[in-house]
Each structure stands twice: as structure tokens, then as C-alpha cells.
């Protein structure tokens, strides 16, 4: 086809900007409005039976997102026997360039990334629309460094039960990016996109994909069964929360993975860096006020509780400490209370007495226990025991027995 050759009378044809199995994209100009767009033409001789339905398909689910992550369809048509859709211009390329250039980028980039896809994403998913082919090649990098979402080709509606098979019963999608519920022939859901979106982030971190086999149906059990190495692993620096979030997209259930619109507001926060929470401004101290004055109160009068404390205590107003209060101490001296003294005053001579019979009485004790001591010796004094008593033990072998003349 020639560049100057119009499309609908009114899309003029410059270079082409892709190909690829159904078709070309063309970087066109909208003479009626004045603008840049693409112009994506379906081959006229495609040889996939589906190529048409999902050319239309993609007009159809496209037409209905209206965001700034996700490329706009402005027309769709057919002209000579070829369908043509015409979208948004976006200048700049697609990540797979990107990656195929550097290797890999940045955790600050890919966060920026990741955010503005999911938010592509959640609203897809808003209008009940799976995408079902996030890849790196359908992910544009503009000039502005804004991210937007090509390529429905093979989307499909939620309410769609057939939605995950073909015609010829195979698998639709990419298998380096196929969440593990596809690979089992599940229909894709919203959590399909947040899976393949994981396996894109995670490329765009290592430089590599998730999983790597010799074959698709390899890595398709990789997908469902062997966990991905955590970027650490590979060398990569990443903050831990990054990376914890990184391998939760890549869970293999599809209940254990966030949704698009959490995603989107997780990266956009700046959550992935793994700051932590600001704390609360702290509260004003109070002014120092003067003691107060010492105040005379009643005995029937209510007690206050003391609110001024020593340095350091931590106790006093607005502290939170609990109050405390002295309690009087033993008085020793000249200290005791006045009703002791005068009690001791008015019972002295009683007293005397006390202490005078207290004495006699331990004298005439001590009197009777010398008493009963020499008593006790002179009964039991060898002389005696050895005149009155009968030896009842046998005779010691050391000593010889005494006869009685």
C-alpha cells in the first residue's frame, strides 16, 4: 500500500509503526480534524478464522474505555475489504522496545509504571472487560512518560463463558504472562490482568520473565506450580515492601491477589519505597505555672489531691501520672503527740509501781532456780547414785567389775 493512499477519505497513510500476524499499524493524519493518529489495517488475506471477530472485538471493547491509560479508538470501518481502526497516536514506543534497549529499569520508573497501568486496567474492569494479553508489547511508553494500555484484540466481556478458549479449543494469550487459572482453561477474570501485569513488573525489575522453559506447555507449569524467585535473589535492589507487594501479584490463587484499582492506588502512594508512617505531631507542653498558694482547710473539709510534683517525678498537671499522697511517718522524740506525753504524765506514779513489782519478780525467780540447781547437783553427785542405785547395763569391757567383801 502507498503512503499518500486514504483511508475513509480521510486518514492519510505515512509509514508504518508495527506489524504483526493480523495486521499493520500506520502512523496516519486526520485531515478532517487535523491531527496525528494509528491506523491498525486487518490483512486482507489473514488466515486465522477468528482474526476478523476479534478485530471487530477490539473496536468494540476499546470504543467503550475513554481514559488516559488506555489508548483510544476514535473510528472503525472497512474499505476495499479491509477493516481498519483508527486510535490515538501515541509517541513514543512499547516496553518491550524499552526493555529490549535497556535491559531493565529503575524501581522508581517501574513503580510509575505499574501504577498507571493498573489504573488503565481498573477501568476496563469497571466497564466488565478483561483484557486478557498484558504483555510488554501492549503496554505504550509515551514521550511524556505516560503509560497506556493498546491492543483488546482478544478481550473479552465478563459475562462471556466461552471467553477463554478460541475456536479451535487453544489457549488465548502470551504464555511467559498467562496467570495459572488460564492455564488450566479457566475463564479470565480481572485477577488474570493483575497476574500478567506482576509478570510484566517483574521483567521490567530482573530483565527476565517470572518463568523460563524450552516449551509453552513448560512454562505454563511453571506458572502453576513453582513460586518466583524473589528479585533479591537475582541481585536486584528493591525495597522489601516493593518486592512483598511484587510477588502477591504473582500469587497462584486468584483470591490472594489484589485487585486493579488497589494497585494502581498502592504504587501511586508511594507504599512500594516502605517508609513508614508519619507519627502524630506531638502535643503542646503545658506553660509552667507558679505553686500554688498554701490554704488552711477544716478537718470535714474535702482534701485536694496534690498537683504539684518534684522535678523529674513525672508527675503533675496534664502528665497522666497517677496522683500520689504522703502518709505521716512514725514520730520518734521530741515529735510524738501531745496526747502520749500527757498520758504518760497523768499515770507516772502507777507506773513506778509496775516497774518496782516487774523487778522483785524476776529476782525471786532467779532465787528459786539457784535453788533447784543445788539441789539437783547434790542428788544426783556420784557418792550418792553409787550407794543407792543397782547397776542394770553389763559391765564395760575396759573397766573390771567391783566385788562386795
Known sequence: MKQQVLIAG???LNTTIGRGAMGEVWQAYDEMNGRPVAVKLLHSQNSEPTATARFRLEAQTAGRLSHPHVVGVLDFGEQEGRLYLVMELVEGDSLSHVLAQAGSLPAEHVAHIAAQSAAGLSAAHDQGIVHRDIKPGNLLLGSDGSVKIADFGIAHFMNDPNGALTATGQIVGTSLYIAPERALGQPAGPPSDVYSLGCV?????????????????????????????PPRELGVGLPPAFENYLLGLLAKRPEDRP??????EWFASGAWRGRPEPLP????RPEATPPPTPQVTSWDAPVKPRTNAAP????????????????????????????RTRRRQRTGGRGVAVRRSKTLGTVAAVLIFLGALLIGLT?????????????????SSTSPATATP
Not at 485487585?259 to 494502581?264: E, N
Request: hydrophobic share 35%.
Open 259 to 264: 485487585t486493579a484499582r488497589q494497585v494502581a
Open 379 to 395: 542428788w544426783f553427785s556420784p557418792d550418792h547414785s553409787s550407794a543407792d542405785t543397782t547397776p542394770t547395763d553389763p559391765p
Open 10 to 12: 480521510r486518514y492519510r
Open 312 to 339: 523529674g517525678s513525672g508527675a503533675g498537671p496534664g502528665s497522666g501520672s497517677v496522683t500520689t499522697y504522703a502518709f505521716p511517718t512514725a514520730a520518734t522524740g521530741s515529735t510524738a503527740p501531745a496526747h
Open 201 to 229: 513488573l517483574y521483567q521490567l525489575l530482573t530483565g527476565q520473565p517470572p518463568f523460563r522453559a524450552g516449551s509453552a506447555i513448560a512454562v505454563l507449569h511453571h506458572h502453576l506450580d513453582t513460586p518466583p524467585v
Open 281 to 284: 505531631a506531638a502535643a503542646p
